[in-house]
């Protein structure tokens, strides 16, 4: 059993306008989004806090379109990466702000072994499997229900049924995804999963951060803290070795606050091979001392707007991406073209190719298991 919980505050892109002149109650508001190609209608969920803070999640991919949080003057901010329509996310290749599966991250070769027997995936990242595969979770019609979420939050749950074989994955999963979006302004992430016959699952959440808010400026300066001791070596196609490597003395270091760019171009190998920051990053224990418990393994500030945001989970790996393959392709909210490094994600996940290093935490889901996980974004200024 694993749980992961997330939480997040939103803000618009660019979106610097004064904060709302009067507060509300907590609400959830339903409207249409767009009509997918075979009929299928996509609905806008819009969650609003008292303080003002605000949330956009579409039933399409799970996806995060907006998040709005105040900035150190008490201004909306959005600040994360999204496109202005439908078209966009029906496009989009980068996991622009979705839920990504049934695995997050990579495996080797596509292929994994479960219980003596051997399955193939889809290869969609060179020769290796990312992400769930073209049209993993990301790329779904979920069907959305408005609830009172975890605490005291609107909230929205998501449910989508896998059917055994997609994507090459054996079983059928049904996995329910949770947004609530609290009083403190945090929006929070509960998955749960099921599956009728053994098969792996380790979903995450692929919001692309800028905390300045403003996508045009680059996240290089922004100071992170993760409170890792150990990364996961990788070799080609950023597949892991199975060796965990300690971060002291390398530019995989954050143990204590330090800006993303001052060690990004470092002459280190492990840097050279993911063009940039995108490696697991181990937690230590106290991320995992009690089940169902979540502790804090990251923390990202912006000085331009004095926006923290803290992450805290309940999973053994924290991958970090800072955005090395944005390439100006991307035309984002408001006609933004989105470059390199102008956001990056942090994703609570098992570590990748877990199916295939013995040592590593288990991905295995078998009937009458439940999957659980939590992740919370905290966002906060100073």
């Known amino acids: 059993m694993k749980s992961i919980v997330l939480a997040l505050t939103l803000t618009?892109?660019?979106i610097a306008s004064a904060a709302p002149s009067k507060k509300t109650g907590p609400a959830v508001a339903e409207t249409?989004?767009?009509?997918?190609?075979?009929?299928?209608?996509?609905?806008?969920?819009?969650?609003?806090?008292?303080?003002g803070a605000e949330v956009r999640i579409i039933n399409f991919g799970a996806i995060v379109v907006s998040l709005k949080v105040p900035d150190r003057a008490g201004k909306l901010r959005d600040v994360v990466l999204g496109y202005d329509g439908l078209a966009g996310y029906v496009q989009d290749r980068a996991y622009?702000?979705?839920?990504?599966?049934?695995?997050?991250?990579?495996?080797?070769?596509?292929k994994f072994t479960l219980d003596g027997k051997s399955y193939q995936l889809e290869l969609n990242d060179g020769p290796n499997h990312l992400h769930g595969g073209t049209q993993g979770f990301h790329k779904k019609l979920w069907r959305a229900e408005k609830v009172a979420g975890k605490g005291d939050g609107?909230?929205?749950?998501?449910?989508?049924?896998?059917?055994?074989?997609?994507?090459?994955?054996?079983?059928?999963?049904?996995?329910?995804?949770?947004?609530?979006?609290?009083?403190?302004?945090?929006l929070r992430v509960d998955y749960q999963g099921?599956?009728?016959?053994?098969?792996?699952?380790?979903?995450t959440h692929h919001s692309y951060f800028n905390l300045s808010g403003d996508p045009t400026q680059t996240i290089l300066d922004e100071e992170l803290t993760i409170a890792g001791e150990q990364t996961t070596a990788v070799g080609a196609g950023l597949i892991p070795t199975g060796k965990l490597v300690d971060v002291a003395g390398t530019p995989m270091d954050f143990r204590q606050p330090a800006k993303i760019g001052a060690r990004i171009e470092a002459k280190d190998e492990q840097l050279v091979l993911g063009k940039g920051y995108d490696h697991n990053w181990v937690l230590g224990p106290r991320?995992?001392?009690?089940?169902?418990?979540?502790?804090?393994?990251?923390?990202?500030?912006?000085a331009r707007s004095g926006i923290v945001m803290q992450v805290f989970t309940d999973q053994p790996g924290l991958q970090l991406y800072s955005g090395n393959f944005l390439d100006g392709t991307i035309h984002g909210k408001g006609g933004v073209v989105y470059q390199r490094r102008t956001a990056l994600c942090l994703e609570a996940q098992l570590f990748a190719d877990a199916p295939?290093?013995?040592?590593?935490?288990?991905?295995?889901l078998r009937p009458g298991q439940h999957y659980r996980q939590t992740t919370i974004y905290q966002f906060s200024t100073r």
């Open 154 to 186: 609107p909230g929205v749950k998501l449910t989508y049924v896998s059917q055994d074989g997609e994507e090459g994955y054996p079983g059928k999963v049904t996995l329910t995804v949770t947004y609530t979006l609290t009083a403190e302004n945090a």
């Open 32 to 51: 249409a989004f767009g009509t997918l190609e075979g009929g299928g209608k996509v609905r806008l969920y819009t969650l609003t806090n008292s303080s």
């Open 96 to 110: 622009l702000g979705a839920i990504v599966g049934r695995y997050a991250n990579r495996i080797a070769a596509g």
């Open 356 to 364: 295939n290093h013995p040592a590593f935490p288990s991905a295995a």
């Open 287 to 302: 991320q995992r001392q009690q089940e169902g418990g979540v502790h804090k393994a990251a923390e990202l500030f912006d």
């Open 12 to 14: 618009l892109p660019m």
């Open 194 to 203: 099921t599956a009728d016959r053994p098969t792996i699952l380790s979903p």
